[in-house]
């Protein structure tokens, strides 16, 4: 029996959310599973992910396969990084406080980014919500006054003749 570490959608028309579940590989998309780990929200900038990493680390050394999407959402969330660390103390590279010391670090650092993202993208929503709406005004063309242009017989007093200058030459 292959386990899957699937996404079940589930929302209306066009308004996609997803449960993060461990499934069997020939189950359909949305039917019969064996846990359900979390959620994942789309819509929202960045994604909303709400995840159990314990529960997913335990089915991912268990052998579960992500999908391509779902591999996404822990990588993004640290799981696999945290299993990555795990295998490194199973192979006595490093002791698991230094696995941890490394594993809260990414995350402190990794929130910090999550969070300037979240500050950006809500600073430029407030910025398109304050723009101010410039309308066209329209006017008829009969009520517009026609200002009358000088009238160009009269010479012109202060530019120098056309003899001074080839004279000055």
Known sequence: MAVKMRLQRHGSKKRPFYFIVIADGRSPRDGKFIQKLGSYNPLTVPATIQIDRQKALDWLQKGAQPTDTVRRILSFKGVLF??????????????EASAMEKFTKWSAEHDAHVAKRQGVDKKARMDKRNVPVVR???????????????????PVADAPAADEITAAE
């Open 136 to 154: 066209k005004v329209e006017t008829a063309v009969s009520e517009v006054p026609v200002a009358e242009a000088p009238v160009a017989d009269a």
């Open 82 to 95: 945290l299993k990555h660390l795990l295998r490194g103390v199973g192979l006595g590279l490093f002791d």
